[in-house]
């Protein structure tokens, strides 16, 4: 059976909670390998929640349908303050990205408290810019930038990047709404060790399968490339309506 749209491959998923240093509960959800650990973690950070975004924004809800098992990655997702999913809805109000640091490291204390391997923070849009204002504050392995639009992450946050060891990924749409490969490359010029990746055809919002595998395939180049190239096809049982 061809893996594509709303196929949810089998896992272990859990729903949870994360507690913020500022007395947030938010909401959201993990999803571990079936029946073996992890080799690496994906924090994963949705886009821009007044704009629609979510903890199941497409690639974030696909990469926990899908990569657990065709990956061995543990997937991380959650609503940021003041979002809501089917999932529920975190306590709070969007800040536009200033208290949301506390999200972030409420994610983080989470994978440390359960032990998760080699966690990766993946930001998509708004979630991007989480990221880079954020993620060299925490034991992270690296990140994956999808879109980054970098509207709230001043020239300075992002060049605060350059000399860190840690790979900073940076998946870019040709057709981007707000950063395109050219302008992106101007802006994370002060990021030599910075890895830009433009994507021919590619929008912002990645619709389509054929955006969707592109992108989860960046994603597991960085985090397992063992487990590439990714399976387009499953034999084992499904779930539909991930």
Do not use: C
């Amino acid at each position: 059976m061809e893996i594509r749209g709303p196929m949810q491959l089998p896992a272990r998923r859990e729903e949870i909670e994360l507690e913020t240093l500022d007395g947030l509960t938010l909401v959201g959800e993990l999803a571990l390998p079936e029946g073996r650990d992890p080799v690496a973690t994906l924090v994963t950070l949705h886009p821009l929640p007044t704009a629609g975004g979510f903890m199941d924004s497409h690639i974030i809800r696909k990469a926990a349908a899908r990569l657990p098992a065709l990956a061995d990655l543990a997937v991380l997702r959650f609503n940021t303050r003041g979002t809501s999913s089917p999932r529920g809805t975190s306590e709070g109000a969007f800040d536009g990205g200033r208290a949301e640091a506390f999200d972030v490291a409420a994610a983080m204390d989470f994978v440390d408290e359960r032990e998760l391997p080699r966690p990766w923070l993946v930001g998509w849009s708004f979630g991007t810019e989480l990221a880079l204002k954020y993620g060299r504050d925490h034991a992270i392995e690296g990140a994956v930038l999808l879109s980054p639009p970098l509207h709230r992450a001043t020239d300075a946050e992002v060049a605060a990047w350059a000399g860190d060891p840690r790979p900073l990924i940076v998946v870019v749409p040709e057709f981007d709404d707000y950063l395109r490969p050219d302008a992106a490359a101007e802006r994370f010029a002060s990021v030599p060790e910075a890895v830009l990746i433009p994507v021919e055809g590619g929008k912002h919002l990645w619709v389509g399968e054929a955006q969707t595998r592109r992108v989860l395939t960046e994603i597991v180049a960085a985090v397992n490339p063992d487990a590439l190239p990714l399976p387009t096809e499953w034999d084992g049982p499904v779930l539909v309506g991930a």
